[in-house]
């Protein structure tokens, strides 16, 4: 195989697995611009990938082959809300530990999923296969050497999640409710003095995070893996709260991030085809995208950038 | 709405909190285009009453009316909407934002799905010239100064149409010359048809710009009086309930060895923008030496420079002889420097520990609290309720956290465990703090004690009244720097004001 | 006894008993949602615990390493720091016991034994303490490291494992000679796997109760743990007491892997992914809401839990993540207990009622 087909090949690997963490990423930063802290990003995502295996079957036994996956993205969404919920209340309206309330959503995702799959499946481990999105060629732009095959020949996922970089973006740089979400996240009893409503705000950012997140979940078992099961969700989406905190909490940062975890891992599927990766025990090929992710944070700015109220129940009586 | 209606009545007004009544039926009006004092101690229930009126809380019992009308404010959003703005102590403002979006956060002007910036700042720009703010719409609040954040928390209210501004307590972290400013800018807001609530315990502001005082004390009103019929003692008494005299009583200074000495002290924090600037100052024993100057002006980069928390660049901190500049605060400590911090909160108490802990926060190691690895608990509780006796800390026992107490309680638990290690130097920063007279007074008179004994004492406060009461001698800081040193019975608040702000250089030592 | 009536008079241990109650209500529920006999579901969990001597003393074993997980994540939060990464210190610790108690075992017993134990604490410390390093020196979330700790360690354990110690052709370690099983015990618990490890849980909830609340060393930690500012402020170290917190709750998860290995297994497999011990070790930790002793109780109540939901799926047809959802949904309410505190509204206000008069 010649090196540039194999870029191209590598390039497009790497848009697979950058996808879903760059919707996780951007549901994220939503939570946290927002002040919550979301490590249940992990358990949301793990939601998303089980109802869109769930969904997508279902849609595709009742002869919507065509929809089946967007189907199994709209589920995703919903149940993703739902969990995200959970710790909206738990973390805003009760003022739980936010790491402790994200470790619970982690926990009831992965038991709550799984019991679901055996109870819906008879007992199996993992959901049916289903199909899937299939990959998408973009007219005229995929004629072009390297970058044609490499960028504009993925799954419609991939597509809408650039998309989703740009309008998150502007969503919470230009519009009034992207101000009301970052002040919210920044300095609470200033919006709340202005007439912001303070958890509503931080209940939408939670909510949309899960909504992000599911549908990160969602683009693994439609676009990689075929169905749902214990492992299918294994680590994507604390990789997702470092490409968050490593593109600093912006939507363009945390798409670079992603993108370069997302390499991090198509390289291990590449280096086994030189000759000389034979050297290398395959363990330390997996290490790379771990390893990669703490030297990334120890030569990136601490929090210093995080959102100032991150963390912090609002408590109306302290301001 | 009929003429004569107040802008403002409260009626009765009564509000509890679990285990004190902060507000016992309290009356007072406001009317249109006056500027009406609300004065009181720390704690007598004036931010509660604002904040009732500003929709923050809800009163138990009471009513109020707004020209005439009675109204239930159950939420900000209502209060803004019936006209009310408030000026908050501690400003409201998203540091990261810009002026503008900080103005507009909540009520942002729109163009299609988009924040039209373009407008929101020309709006900005033009109340701030029919007010002379001269505030600049896109400054970034972390770069414009305390006086002009202020303006900026003013402009928040005007731009949501407020006719009735409450100001809670607004000078405190201004120079006599932004207060004058600021007096001159509410001057224009009652010319211009506004009312205003002024929340202060300050009875010079009072004096010279307020109409009516309504004094309050312990959640109950002790007198409403016109300004021009009152004196400022006749409001001392009524505020604290027994005759105050403003003068501390101290003796003259014996001053003896140079103990704590800085020289050409530089520091840069992490942006690398220098915070302290070829700095340099000694302070003696048996003298109290004031640090002036408005906050943020590099007063806790210099405490944490000589306790250790912070590593200088170049220069000399010196005490007793010893080169201290860049050890570390156990060393330093060890040298006999105490420290009562700025922020007792987060610095000088864990709140979770016991009384009892908090008292060994930094002996602990050390016998005999420390036996063999081990901590002594009973000399450890023998100690503490020593202390708790000496320094009349109110605490139901000294096993109760540190969060349980009232925060001068906490305040004279900092101070009986510093003053216990006796120190040769002991800096205080911000020692009265946000606290009420009787423990302002205890406060100083403790320093001044200290200063009485032969130690070196290091006052670093914003309150220009403590500096000119309690110091023997008064240094200026400005921009890290020491821009003057005056005796306080050669100077006077203008003055100082002036070398606060940066305008005015007294060169060299005081007295030279 | 004033200590003990402290203890008791205060409401902590009513959130949790409450939230238990509730998390046993929530797994009813969706028992009940899925068509299941709730009450013969859980009957059926507690007659596996406590049906035979042989359950019962598998149950003690599922229970120790929960115990020292849970310490581990729990002595770490006193000092503020949230340990992800018991996952990645036990497998460590597990490494470090079968590379020591495989390759030195021409050692004397009574040296290997101890040996292999101390090496797989001391392994599993220094392993946590890269991430209280960062932390201290760098500044970064010890949440994120951790995690990414737990899979390099899957990988490094795996490559040890496949390099040094294979049986040729199968995916384990050769058996490892060192054993702190208790095989004086087998009469009594028919073959149980039980182990020494038990105690050294045991003896490990005691260290820390006591280094905590009794020494110096604790002392500082707790000031660290509750507010780092004022620490500093009186002279201590944060960043070496970050790094020393990290250390000890590595070594107690390092000795629940050499418990796991020279206890039960006696040889050490290649894993294919995660094997969980840190996730369970957050949930007995917040059970036992961070407090030694708490933490052995929740890590009873967990491996009961997770012992008998085996029970469970097996005479009610259950799927044993039922529990999860249980245990998630304990840890929940202990979190939020906000939500405890209004179901128990009712009762509140009579005893306070009764107080004030």
């Known amino acids: 195989m010649d090196v540039l087909t194999l870029l191209g090949q590598m390039l497009n690997t790497t848009l697979v697995f950058s996808t879903a963490l760059i919707f996780a990423a951007l549901g994220g930063i939503f939570s946290e611009r927002s002040g919550v802290v979301n490590i249940g990003l992990e358990g949301l995502m793990m939601f998303g990938a089980f109802a869109a295996a769930v969904g997508g079957y279902y849609a595709q036994d009742a002869g919507y082959a065509g929809m089946a996956p967007w189907i199994g993205v709209l589920?995703?969404?919903?149940?993703?809300?739902?969990?995200?919920?959970?710790?909206?209340?738990?973390?805003?309206?009760?003022?739980?530990?936010?790491?402790?309330?994200?470790?619970?959503?982690?926990?009831?995702?992965?038991?709550?999923?799984?019991?679901?799959?055996?109870?819906?499946?008879?007992?199996?481990?993992?959901?049916?296969?289903?199909?899937?999105?299939?990959?998408?060629?973009?007219?005229?732009?995929?004629?072009?050497?390297?970058?044609?095959?490499?960028?504009?020949?993925?799954?419609?996922?991939?597509?809408?999640?650039?998309?989703?970089?740009?309008?998150?973006?502007?969503?919470?740089?230009?519009?009034?409710?992207?101000?009301?979400?970052?002040?919210?996240?920044?300095?609470?009893?200033?919006?709340?003095?202005?007439?912001?409503?303070?958890?509503?705000?931080?209940?939408?950012?939670?909510?949309?995070?899960?909504?992000?997140?599911?549908?990160?979940?969602?683009?693994?078992?439609?676009?990689?893996?075929?169905?749902?099961?214990?492992?299918?969700?294994?680590?994507?989406?604390?990789?997702?709260?470092?490409?968050?905190?490593?593109?600093?909490?912006?939507?363009?940062?945390?798409?670079?991030?992603?993108?370069?975890?997302?390499?991090?891992?198509?390289?291990?599927?590449?280096?086994?085809?030189?000759?000389?990766?034979?050297?290398?025990?395959?363990?330390?090929?997996?290490?790379?995208?771990?390893?990669?992710?703490?030297?990334?944070?120890?030569?990136?700015?601490?929090?210093?950038?995080?959102?100032?109220?991150?963390?912090?129940?609002?408590?109306?009586?302290?301001? | 709405?009929?003429?004569?209606?107040?802008?403002?009545?409260?009626?009765?007004?009564?509000?509890?909190?679990?285990?004190?009544?902060?507000?016992?039926?309290?009356?007072?009006?406001?009317?249109?285009?006056?500027?009406?004092?609300?004065?009181?101690?720390?704690?007598?229930?004036?931010?509660?009453?604002?904040?009732?009126?500003?929709?923050?809380?809800?009163?138990?019992?009471?009513?109020?009316?707004?020209?005439?009308?009675?109204?239930?404010?159950?939420?900000?959003?209502?209060?803004?909407?019936?006209?009310i703005g408030m000026v908050h102590q501690h400003f409201k403002l998203v540091d990261p934002f810009t002026v503008t979006e900080n103005i507009i956060l909540g009520m942002e002007?729109?163009?299609?799905?988009?924040?039209?910036?373009?407008?929101?700042?020309?709006?900005?720009?033009?109340?701030?010239?029919?007010?002379?703010?001269?505030?600049?719409?896109?400054?970034?609040?972390?770069?414009?100064?305390?006086?002009?954040?202020?303006?900026?928390?003013?402009?928040?209210?005007l731009y949501r149409g407020a006719d009735i501004l409450i100001f809670d307590e607004p000078t405190a972290v201004l120079t006599p010359q932004e207060i004058n400013e600021l007096m001159a800018i509410m001057k224009r807001l009652v010319a211009e048809g506004k009312s205003i609530i002024l929340i202060t315990h300050k009875l010079k502001e009072i004096m010279s710009i307020s109409d009516r005082v309504t004094i309050i004390r312990r959640g109950k009103v002790i007198d409403t009086v016109k300004t021009s019929e009152t004196n400022p003692n006749e409001l001392a008494e009524k505020m604290v309930g027994r005759d105050v005299t403003f003068k501390v009583d101290k003796l003259d200074p014996h001053v003896g060895n140079t103990v704590l000495k800085l020289d050409g002290v530089n520091s840069k924090n992490k942006e690398g923008i220098s915070v302290l600037n070829n700095l340099s100052f000694e302070v003696k024993s048996g003298e109290i030496l004031g640090i002036a100057g408005v906050d943020g002006n590099g007063q806790s980069e210099l405490i944490q420079a000589i306790t250790g928390l912070r590593k200088i660049d170049s220069g000399s901190i010196i005490v007793e002889g010893k080169e201290i500049a860049n050890l570390s605060p156990r060393k330093i400590s060890e040298m006999n420097v105490s420290h009562i911090p700025e922020d007792r909160h987060k610095h000088g108490l864990v709140l979770d520990f016991t009384v009892s802990e908090n008292m060994v926060l930094e002996t602990y190691y050390k016998s005999p609290y420390n036996r063999n690895g081990f901590m002594n608990n009973e000399v450890i509780d023998k100690h503490a309720e020593e202390l708790v006796q000496a320094f009349d800390v109110r605490t139901p026992s000294i096993h109760n956290t540190a969060r349980s107490l009232s925060g001068g309680n906490q305040q004279?638990?900092?101070?009986?465990?510093?003053?216990?290690?006796?120190?040769?130097?002991?800096?205080?920063?911000?020692?009265?703090?946000?606290?009420?007279?009787?423990?302002?007074?205890?406060v100083q008179k403790q320093l001044i004690a200290q200063r009485d004994q032969g130690k070196a004492v290091l006052l670093v406060s914003f309150e220009l009244d403590e500096i000119m009461n309690v110091s023997d001698r008064i240094a200026v800081i400005y921009e890290g720097q020491i821009v003057g040193e005056v005796y306080p019975k050669d100077t006077n608040d203008q003055e100082l004001g002036l070398m606060m702000a940066g305008g005015l250089k007294r060169g060299g030592k005081a007295g030279e | 006894m004033n200590k003990f009536k402290k203890i008791f008079a205060t409401d902590s241990y009513i959130v949790p008993l409450v939230a238990i109650l509730l998390g046993f209500l929530v797994g009813a529920i969706v028992m009940l949602i899925g068509g299941y006999d709730p009450i013969a579901a859980y009957g059926a969990l507690f007659k596996r615990v406590f049906g035979s001597p042989y359950d019962f003393g598998e149950a003690i074993r599922e229970m120790t390493p929960l115990m020292l997980t849970g310490l581990s994540v729990a002595f770490a939060f006193r000092s503020g720091l949230f340990n992800i990464g018991a996952d990645g210190?036990?497998?460590?610790?597990?490494?470090?016991?079968?590379?020591?108690?495989?390759?030195?075992?021409?050692?004397?017993?009574?040296?290997?034994?101890?040996?292999?134990?101390?090496?797989?604490?001391?392994?599993?410390?220094?392993?946590?303490?890269?991430?209280?390093?960062?932390?201290?020196?760098?500044?970064i979330n010890e949440v994120i490291t951790t995690i990414m700790l737990n899979w390099i360690a899957l990988f490094l354990a795996n490559y040890i494992v496949r390099t040094f110690l294979l049986i040729p052709g199968q995916n384990r370690s050769e058996d490892i000679p060192a054993s702190i099983s208790m095989t004086f015990l087998n009469s009594f618990f028919d073959n149980a796997r039980l182990h020494w490890g038990t105690f050294i849980a045991l003896a490990a909830a005691v260290f820390f109760y006591i280094y905590l609340w009794k020494t110096k060393q604790g002392f500082e930690m707790r000031a660290v743990g509750l507010n780092p500012h004022a620490a500093e402020y009186a002279g201590m170290n944060v960043g070496r007491n970050v790094m020393k917190s990290m250390f000890i709750a590595g070594v107690f998860a390092g000795l629940a892997g050499a418990g796991e290995v020279l206890g039960v297994f006696h040889y050490q497999a290649v894993f294919a992914g995660s094997p969980g011990y840190g996730f369970d070790g957050i949930a007995v930790a917040l059970l036992g809401l961070t407090h030694p002793f708490g933490v052995i109780l929740a890590a009873i109540l967990y491996g009961m839990l997770t012992y008998g939901s085996a029970g469970m799926s097996f005479n009610a047809d259950v799927p044993p993540e039922l529990i999860r959802i249980v245990i998630g949904s304990i840890i929940f309410f202990i979190a939020a207990q906000g939500i405890v505190r209004w179901v128990l509204k009712p009762f509140y206000f009579k005893r306070k009622k009764e107080k004030v008069l």
Request: include cysteine; aromatic fraction near 8%.
């Open chain 3, 89 to 139: 210190q036990v497998l460590i610790g597990m490494t470090a016991a079968s590379l020591i108690g495989i390759k030195w075992a021409g050692l004397p017993l009574f040296l290997l034994v101890p040996l292999a134990v101390i090496g797989a604490g001391l392994c599993g410390g220094l392993w946590a303490g890269i991430a209280g390093y960062l932390k201290a020196k760098r500044g």
């Open chain 2, 1 to 83: 709405m009929s003429a004569a209606a107040p802008v403002v009545e409260l009626k009765q007004i009564t509000k509890r909190f679990p285990g004190i009544v902060a507000n016992d039926s309290i009356s007072l009006t406001l009317e249109k285009g006056e500027i009406h004092a609300l004065l009181g101690e720390n704690g007598a229930g004036k931010s509660t009453l604002m904040n009732i009126v500003f929709g923050l809380y809800q009163p138990d019992e009471g009513s109020i009316e707004i020209g005439g009308k009675p109204v239930i404010i159950d939420s900000p959003n209502k209060a803004i909407e019936l006209g």
């Open chain 2, 412 to 442: 004279k638990a900092i101070i009986a465990r510093e003053i216990d290690k006796e120190p040769t130097l002991l800096i205080a920063a911000q020692p009265t703090r946000g606290l009420d007279v009787g423990a302002i007074e205890f």
């Open chain 2, 109 to 157: 002007p729109k163009k299609g799905l988009k924040i039209d910036y373009k407008s929101a700042a020309e709006q900005v720009r033009k109340l701030s010239e029919l007010y002379g703010l001269q505030v600049n719409p896109h400054a970034r609040i972390h770069d414009i100064s305390v006086g002009m954040q202020q303006r900026v928390e003013i402009m928040k209210t």
């Open chain 1, 75 to 319: 589920c995703a969404m919903a149940v993703g809300i739902i969990g995200a919920l959970i710790h909206a209340v738990a973390s805003i309206t009760f003022k739980a530990d936010q790491t402790i309330s994200g470790t619970v959503i982690n926990f009831l995702a992965a038991g709550s999923t799984l019991y679901l799959v055996k109870l819906l499946f008879e007992g199996a481990g993992e959901t049916p296969l289903i199909d899937g999105f299939y990959k998408y060629k973009v007219p005229l732009l995929s004629e072009i050497p390297v970058l044609g095959p490499g960028l504009f020949n993925s799954y419609p996922t991939t597509y809408l999640a650039v998309i989703l970089v740009i309008v998150v973006y502007y969503l919470l740089f230009k519009t009034p409710f992207g101000l009301r979400l970052r002040a919210v996240g920044e300095h609470p009893s200033a919006a709340d003095t202005l007439g912001v409503n303070v958890n509503r705000m931080r209940y939408i950012g939670v909510m949309l995070s899960g909504m992000l997140a599911g549908i990160g979940g969602a683009t693994i078992t439609l676009t990689t893996t075929g169905t749902f099961a214990h492992n299918t969700i294994s680590g994507q989406g604390f990789i997702a709260i470092a490409a968050m905190i490593f593109g600093k909490w912006n939507p363009l940062g945390a798409f670079g991030a992603a993108v370069f975890f997302g390499f991090s891992q198509a390289i291990r599927n590449y280096v086994q085809q030189f000759g000389w990766s034979q050297d290398i025990p395959q363990e330390f090929i997996y290490m790379i995208p771990y390893v990669l992710t703490i030297i990334v944070l120890v030569s990136a700015v601490g929090r210093s950038s995080a959102p100032s109220a991150l963390g912090q129940p609002y408590d109306p009586s302290k301001r």
